[in-house]
């Protein structure tokens, strides 16, 4: 998806679940993302190879149990 963070975000807390290449993000905007997931939706990130661990674990804590990394 081509989109930017803010319209990512607004999407989000409209209520779709999302996939994202999370190479093309920062840790900063993929929290923020993260964060704006509403429930019974959810997040998930693929090419995790360019995130540290403590990146991704920033990630899944923004939004626990909504994230999903591929």
Do not use: W, Y
Request: charged share 25%; glycine share 2%.
């Amino acid at each position: 998806m081509n989109k930017t963070k803010l319209e990512l975000i607004a999407i989000a807390g409209a209520g779709a679940s999302l996939i994202l290449d999370s190479s093309k993000f920062t840790k900063l905007e993929l929290v923020a993302i993260a964060k704006a997931i509403t429930e019974r939706c959810s997040l998930t990130l693929e090419n995790c190879q360019s995130k540290t661990k403590l990146e991704l674990i920033a990630i899944a804590q923004a939004a626990p149990e909504k994230v999903t990394f591929q």
